[in-house]
Nanobody, 124 residues
């Protein structure tokens, strides 16, 4: 089993930056496709970004493209989400997710492992 623990959320003003971290337990992290999703109050969970096991391939939702960067350090079992130029509409609980095989990276159903989430609030 793989357990994921997110951290780094908080309150930030519009235009500010935050970096989220997700640490994984277990020895299989380096073989996992990792992703970030988010869920705002009253809305469905939505895809934010995905990163291949090697870190060589990324994919972003249009809403965050050019502002967010997903990266990983396999030696530290950690995946990051650097969030820049934050907007109030980025306010949500952010979840880290992982899976060995992902064919539709934007679908939450593709991911087997999930963290508990970390709250990000962007004030206007």
């Amino acid at each position: 089993q793989v357990q994921l623990v997110e951290s780094g959320g908080g309150l930030v003003q519009t235009g500010g930056s935050l970096t989220l971290s997700c640490v994984a337990s277990g020895r299989t992290f380096s073989s996992l496709v990792m992703a970030w999703f988010r869920q705002a109050p009253g809305r469905e969970r939505e895809f934010v970004a995905r990163l291949s096991w090697s870190g060589g391939s990324t994919y972003y939702a249009d809403s965050v493209k050019g502002r967010f960067i997903i990266s990983r350090e396999n030696a530290k079992n950690t995946v990051y989400l650097q969030m820049n130029s934050l907007k109030p509409e980025d306010t949500a609980i952010y979840y880290c997710a992982g899976s060995r095989v992902v064919t539709v990276p934007t679908s939450s159903l593709q991911y087997n492992y999930w963290g508990q989430g970390t709250q990000v609030t962007v004030s206007s």
